[in-house]
């Protein structure tokens, strides 16, 4: 099971911080990504990151304004976002997949899925 949470209302150029927080499965084995959907848009990767943290990957838009990380014994994964612009606004998902060499911010690639969370940047 995963749980997304840490959304909210932010003004432009605020922060804030999303957490995915797993049960259930044997989390330091899992890849986990984040995705976001914007009203009338598509589902899109954002972020993820391996199994064991060493490596990340950032869609351009967020690339220096969004850091993920990921704590392998509280079983969570976080999602750091600064400097939030109001094209940010949307529901916020993470997910999990088997870990792999390489990863992927490809929704279809991941298995499991947490509900969203809202975050609204205002301008």
């Known amino acids: 099971q995963l749980q997304a949470s840490g959304g909210g209302l932010v003004q432009s150029g605020g922060s804030l911080r999303l957490s995915c927080a797993a049960s259930?499965?044997?989390?330091?084995?899992?890849?986990i990504g984040w995705f976001r959907q914007a009203p009338g848009k598509v589902l899109e990767g954002i972020s993820c990151?391996?199994?064991?943290?060493?490596?990340?990957r950032y869609l351009d838009s967020v690339k220096g304004r969004f850091t993920v990380s990921r704590d392998n014994v509280k079983n969570t994964v976080y999602l750091q976002m600064d400097n939030l612009k109001s094209e940010d606004s949307a529901v916020y998902y993470c997910a999990a997949r088997w870990g792999h060499i390489t990863v992927t911010m490809w929704p279809s690639f991941y298995d499991y899925w947490g509900q969203g969370t809202l975050v609204t940047v205002s301008s």
């Open positions: 990151i391996s199994s064991t943290g060493d490596t990340a």
């Open positions: 259930g499965f044997t989390f330091d084995s899992f890849e």
